[in-house]
């Protein structure tokens, strides 16, 4: 990275977070927000303890229970281990003096749901949370990493996080996006593009003209998955739709401190002919609606496609992964997407828990049953998003529909709480992860957008939207 | 942080690509708040059948691989979850040294956290160092000279200065960081005029 001429606004973000720098590129990287949840945290307060540290900014942490925690009946946690996560973050957080949205506060959630929705997720900061999600957060031009535990200690303890710079790739995404193609299409199909470890090393920037127009919601889906290409971080340029999501929001900044934010924040998007590691040009009419046959989020095809052959495998590995995934998801290849029969469905996560997907599914969902032999549950990322849909009339359409309605958590997307599939149980899912196992044990997971997973219910089967409207 | 030096023994090869965090330690086992006892939990789903009983045939339940310090893995190893408690259960199990042709980011940075030590190599390299983990040929690995040895076979690696000294040492992140609080201090003095907004108490 240079430090004159063109930057780009991962470049630009690095440079005035750099504390000090050695010879060899190692940095120490200045942390402006650091989100904190219950299941990568108690190591790390247990380790601030035995070396007697205190918590350098508690004013800049924020904490929530998302993980494990029940999405029903959730007055008493009965798994005793869950419990004990969850009352050690209340412990942790009040010791330190670190605010703490608890089960019982409507402004818990899904931690990469709640940092935007209270505006604390700004344009130009570093976030890091002990979640690998935490690239969602790119999408208002934050700099925003997971991080494993040992880290978060180093976080808690010291405000800064030791880092190399990462490469920069620009993924452009030209043109309007087809009917019935979404923001979490276009990012299944980029990861389809370029694999689970085409981003490795590097922070992909999305630009292009598709991209102009999306909500805030669509575009933390896009950063939401970048984890998911093997890059650092997902980031998008912030502009008037970032700036208009964000004011008014209760950690946003105010009154003459919002004018100095926006200076600020306007001079972020990358400079023309900035320089980018790697490039890739989209054209938005080559995506169509988009899910996954197997047990890696590469593993896309197009919903009206078919399960493909191991033969197809460029490599003698790829194939015997082919194989694997196939053998795992009961699935015979050149069988017909929409053929495939589900069990269950689930709606919810980071990825896709906000009030936008939740209004999409509701439209198409809306005076209709869902399969009688599908089990569907709508998980809201967030108390006040749950509010939200409450107060919209959501929740009745989707209770109507047949759907379970529940509280704010991770749920289903991890399974770490009761939520989870059986054996050899098959679900569309709008979460991020189709991995062996991820849902339950045995569970097969097909990923796809909400709107394809609304429709899905209703038929049954994995439907395409653009046949079911 | 317990120190890498070096390593000598067997390698179990897992020619998976992929492996995700997920598979080297289900969910069901981050609702621990401590960071040891997790060895007899790795690649939980692999090794153990519905019942909870071993899967014989999984390279980690047999004998001598059920002693393996090093692991000979697939492409893109420790993808997806951030949870460190892949790390800690690769270590309570006895795993020192992961080889593969690539690793995730978040998986890899957390090795170093945890002295175990992350070794790129190329693909033709990882194909006959996974054949020599077949046969059970003995490896050694030495980081001051950043090499391992198998049989015939002699590999020189990279890995940064920065990492390697800290492998080599022991040594612990936060100490280092919190020697240069000055800097940190200052930088923090330099933004609060520049961005009041994010230096506001809450």
Redesign the interface.
């Given at each position: 990275m240079s430090n004159h001429g063109p930057k780009t606004l991962f470049d630009k973000i690095w440079s005035e977070h750099l504390v000090g720098q050695r010879e060899d590129g190692t940095s120490l990287l200045y942390i402006d927000r650091h989100l904190v949840h219950e299941v990568t945290s108690p190591q790390a307060f247990e380790g601030l303890k035995l070396a007697n540290r205190k918590v350098r900014r508690p004013e800049a942490t924020f904490a929530t229970a998302d993980h494990n925690v029940p999405t029903i009946n959730r007055e008493n946690i009965s798994d005793e281990q869950s419990r004990i996560q969850v009352e050690t973050l209340a412990k942790n957080t009040k010791e330190h003096g670190i605010e703490y949205f608890e089960l019982t506060d409507r402004r818990q959630g899904i931690v990469h749901i709640i940092g935007p929705e209270q505006g604390i997720t700004q344009p130009g900061m570093t976030m890091v949370c002990g979640d690998s999600h935490t690239s969602t957060h790119g999408a208002f031009g934050a700099l925003a990493f997971g991080i494993g535990t040992s880290e978060v200690e180093h976080v808690l303890a010291t405000q800064t996080i030791v880092q190399k710079p990462a490469k920069n790739m620009r993924i452009s995404v030209n043109g309007k996006l087809p009917f019935g193609v979404t923001s979490k299409d276009l990012i299944l199909y980029i990861i389809g593009q370029i694999g689970t470890a085409g981003g490795n090393g590097h922070v992909i920037e999305y630009a292009g003209s598709s991209l102009k127009p999306l909500s805030m919601e669509s575009r933390m889906t896009i950063c939401n998955m970048s984890i998911e290409a093997g890059a650092r971080a997902g980031l998008i340029s912030p502009d008037q739709i970032t700036f208009d999501y964000i004011k008014g929001r209760p950690y946003a900044p105010s009154n003459e401190d919002w004018e100095k934010a926006i200076e600020y924040w306007s001079s972020l998007p990358s400079d023309q002919d900035a320089f980018y590691d790697n490039e890739l040009v989209i054209n938005s009419d080559e995506i169509d609606p988009m899910v996954t046959w197997g047990t890696s989020p590469e593993d896309v095809v197009a919903v009206n496609g078919y399960v493909p052959d191991p033969s197809s495998g460029k490599t003698e590995n790829k194939q015997k992964s082919i194989q694997r995934s196939l053998d795992y998801m009961g699935l015979k290849s050149g069988t017909k997407i929409t053929d495939i029969k589900l069990d269950k469905i689930f709606i919810g996560s980071c990825t896709n828990g906000r009030i936008e997907d939740l209004r999409n599914v509701a439209s198409i969902v809306k005076d209709k049953k869902i399969s009688s032999h599908v089990g569907g549950m709508i998980v809201p990322g967030s108390g006040l998003v749950k509010k939200q849909a409450e107060e919209e009339g959501l929740s009745q359409i989707f209770i109507d529909a047949g759907f379970e309605w529940r509280d704010a958590g991770c749920s289903m997307c991890l399974g770490m709480n009761p939520d989870q599939l059986k054996p050899e149980e098959r679900c569309a899912s709008t979460s991020n992860r189709n991995f062996e196992g991820r849902q339950g044990r045995g569970g097969r997971t097909h990923l796809m957008s909400p709107e394809l997973a609304a429709a899905s219910a209703i038929k049954g089967t994995i439907t395409d939207i653009r046949d079911f409207i | 942080m317990d120190k890498f030096i070096s390593l000598k023994g067997i390698a179990a090869p897992l020619?998976?690509?992929?492996i995700?965090t997920?598979?080297i330690i289900?969910?069901?086992f981050?609702?621990?708040?401590?960071?040891t006892g997790l060895g007899v939990s790795l690649f939980y789903?692999m090794r153990y059948d519905?019942d909870g009983k071993l899967i014989k045939d999984f390279i980690l339940n047999k004998t001598p691989f059920d002693q393996s310090k090093i692991l000979v893995a697939?492409?893109?190893f420790g993808?997806?979850?951030?949870?460190?408690h892949a790390?800690w259960s690769l270590k309570d199990f006895g795993i020192r040294c992961v080889i593969s042709t690539?690793?995730?980011?978040?998986f890899y940075?957390?090795c170093f956290?945890?002295g175990i030590l992350p070794l790129v190599v190329t693909p033709k390299q990882l194909d006959q160092l996974m054949t020599a983990a077949s046969n059970q040929t003995e490896f050694s690995v030495d980081l001051p000279e950043q090499n391992i040895k198998a049989g015939n076979h002699s590999i020189n690696f990279d890995i940064?200065?920065?990492r390697k000294e800290r492998l080599l040492q022991g040594l612990d992140?936060?100490g280092i960081?919190?020697g240069?609080?000055d800097?940190?201090n200052a930088?923090?003095d330099d933004?609060k005029n520049k961005?009041?907004?994010?230096f506001?108490?809450?």
């Open positions: - | 020619p998976i690509v992929n995700d997920d598979m289900p969910k069901q981050l609702k621990t708040i401590k960071r789903e519905n697939g492409d893109n993808c997806g979850s951030s949870r460190e790390p690539s690793f995730a980011d978040i940075n957390n956290q945890n940064e200065e920065f992140d936060i960081t919190l240069h609080q800097k940190i930088y923090e933004k961005k009041p907004w994010l506001k108490d809450n």
